[in-house]
């Protein structure tokens, strides 16, 4: 059974950083950060495919980092610099029929976590 367990959220001032994680079981495929703040659609910030290569929304490029440590099966998105608009719930996902060519459209992703809330003031 695929698990994606999000960690790592928490509430931070505008400027700060938070360091969020995914432990997943088995391989990798590619995978995804999405966050859906109150009354928005779900969007996609960052994916990362199984041969490494990342995408990143605009709207996080230069302050999120996407990344994955194989022998611990685990994502992660460092995001820095936040702010107010970053306030979301985030949540992990993995493409299993697209494991090189995912976007960062929800409907390429085939298993999600449950999230874990982050919350920027100002």
């Known amino acids: 059974q695929v698990q994606l367990v999000e960690s790592g959220g928490g509430s931070v001032q505008a400027g700060g950083s938070l360091r969020l994680s995914c432990a997943y079981s088995?391989?990798?495929?590619?995978m995804g950060w999405f966050r859906q703040a109150p009354g928005k659609e779900r969007e996609g910030v960052a994916r990362i495919n199984s041969r490494g290569s990342t995408v990143y929304a605009d709207s996080v490029k230069g302050r999120f980092t996407i990344s994955s440590d194989n022998a611990k099966n685990t994502l992660y998105l460092q995001m820095n610099s936040l702010k107010p608009e970053d306030t979301a719930m985030y949540y992990c996902a993995r493409a299993v029929r697209m494991p090189t060519s995912c976007t960062l459209g929800e409907y390429d992703y085939d298993y999600w976590g449950q999230g874990t809330q982050v919350t920027v003031s100002s």
């Open positions: 088995g391989y990798r495929y590619c």
